[in-house]
């Protein structure tokens, strides 16, 4: 007996805007006794939305969906009914996603005509379970280019950043401040096993699922990659730890300068036959952030393609040594790097000589560069000097070429050097505070960039921040909104992402496995 299987589409995506990814998502071994069948998604990323026909017993995809039979009595009827009902309660809320064609926008279905004023990822869900500085900084970045990002955290006390202080703006450190922007918060005890049961709810109606505790710690609340995608087969997993999944460290705890120290990075910091030093940025920790924001984006497009979710393992440890680039070629040559203060090891000059007054910063890395910098300095007598003739006699000449170039930077102040550099092609720049970085003309280049934004905090009032480091040409980055207060948006939550009613909302934050602060 063959049996009709039709899969429901949102009214306002034709056809032929879906794509067929639908078939490669999950599929499963079928067969309907009824003569009438429809398979409603559950989730806006794995729609085809064509009306199909299969014979019973063929394959078709069920995860993801409500399987409806429809049979003869009215009881089952009016039980399938309400099943649509809040399917639809679903689409107008969240809506479907649409493929390429037919005119339509990747995420969201709006026609092409509005593609200018849509964010590449808005429609994304992100459901945030990291603290400190790699994984929010990962979710602050994805939530410029328009994700929704549901910040989870500790009920009482939050982020940990949020008391690393000082400096502080009002109750909260700058430290979160800088990393959290564009997010919601809701305050949730994780580790209440009866309310890990919302963490798997949000989990189910979000795109991606971030993480940065020790590797078995989310495994043993239920929250593990093998419960959410049990759960929800289209997620993406990003999990950050600091050693990775598997050896002997993985179990350790991972903060930035431990895994600076143990990747090699702070052996190579420092001046010359000086002690180490510790960036002064947790480098380790925004390097991870930024590996983990470019996954997750390949990620999502990799479900596009596959109609499939996936696990990511990102690590501190990792993460520094992919950044350690040429110094790693130990691994080639065998040759242990050294520390270079300012300088650097295999470029001669390229470093900061002192002035009258401070410090400018020269990188001459070609033989154009060299010739300018000589003629600017006025020892044109070097350019046909036969043992500065290329960058290899540059270094193996290092000490000699060094002390006559610091002689004569001494000779000026930093202004006047900057002033003789000005439209050399040389690379060129002082040493600054922050407070001279804000009053200098670099810092009015940030600010016509936009790279400064200014917003308003529900507590503090008007705030500056670094924004996006990148612009885009179609679209503008998301408008900023302040890093909010701890469980600022517990309730908005939990109604309107997983439609919990008012008396539920109420018993959870009377039994403070929830909490919400008395002001928004």
Request: hydrophobic share 40%; with cysteine; proline share 6%.
């Amino acid at each position: 007996m063959k049996t009709k299987t039709r899969l429901l589409r949102p009214r306002n995506c034709p056809d032929q805007s879906f794509t067929e990814n639908w078939w490669s998502f999950t599929k499963t071994v079928l067969r309907p006794s009824a003569p009438y069948n429809i398979l409603v998604p559950l989730h806006k990323r794995f729609a085809t939305g064509r009306a199909i026909s299969r014979e019973a017993g063929s394959e078709v995809p069920l995860s993801g969906c409500v399987f409806l039979k429809l049979g003869p009595r009215v009881s089952e009827r009016l039980v399938i009914l309400a099943t649509l009902a809040r399917v639809k309660a679903l689409w107008r809320t969240s809506g479907f996603t649409c493929g390429l064609g037919g005119g339509r926008e990747l995420w969201t279905c709006r026609p092409k005509s509005d593609i200018d004023n849509v964010k590449p990822l808005e429609g994304v869900k992100i459901l945030d379970l990291t603290r400190i500085l790699a994984g929010p900084f990962a979710t602050m970045n994805l939530g410029d280019l328009g994700t929704e990002v549901i910040k989870v955290e500790r009920p009482g006390g939050g982020d940990d950043t949020r008391t690393w202080g000082p400096p502080f703006m009002g109750t909260e450190s700058t430290y979160f401040l800088s990393v959290n922007l564009n997010k919601k918060s809701i305050a949730v005890n994780i580790k209440d096993p009866k309310e890990v049961k919302i963490i798997k709810e949000l989990a189910a109606v979000c795109d991606v699922f971030v993480g940065n505790y020790a590797p078995r710690k989310l495994s043993a609340m239920g929250l593990g990659y093998e419960d959410i995608d049990r759960l929800a087969p289209h997620i993406i997993y990003c999990f950050i730890t600091g050693y990775g999944q598997k050896g002997p460290l993985s179990q350790r705890a991972g903060y930035d300068a431990v895994a600076s120290a143990v990747s090699g990075m702070m052996h190579i910091t420092g001046p010359e036959d000086g002690d180490p030093v510790c960036p002064g940025v947790a480098m380790t920790d925004l390097a991870t952030g930024l590996y983990a924001f470019g996954v997750i984006m390949t990620g999502l497009i990799q479900r596009y393609r596959t109609g499939k979710g996936l696990f990511i393992d990102c690590n501190l440890l990792s993460s520094q040594v992919a950044c350690l680039t040429q110094v790693a070629d130990y691994l080639i040559a065998q040759k242990e790097p050294e520390c270079w203060g300012t300088a650097h090891g295999s470029i001669v000059p390229y470093q900061a000589f002192k002035t009258k007054d401070g410090y400018l910063v020269i990188g001459a890395g070609n033989n154009q560069q060299f010739a300018a910098m000589c003629k600017i300095l006025n020892l044109p007598e070097l350019i046909d000097d036969w043992k500065y003739k290329t960058n290899h006699l540059w270094v193996q000449n290092r000490k000699q070429l060094i002390k006559i170039l610091s002689e004569w930077f001494e000779e000026e102040m930093t202004n006047k050097w900057l002033h003789l550099f000005e439209g050399s092609r040389v690379p060129y720049g002082p040493i600054n505070n922050m407070k001279n970085c804000r009053a200098s003309g670099l810092f009015f280049e940030v600010l016509h960039n936009g790279f400064i934004m200014e917003l308003k905090d529900p507590t503090m009032g008007k705030i500056s921040v670094p924004g996006p480091a990148v612009r885009y040409s179609i679209f503008k980055m998301s408008e900023a909104r302040p890093p909010p207060l701890l469980g600022q948006h517990t309730t908005y939550i939990l109604k309107e992402t997983v439609r919990y009613d008012d008396r539920t909302i109420h018993e959870l934050l009377g039994t403070a496995v929830v909490s919400q602060p008395k002001t928004e």
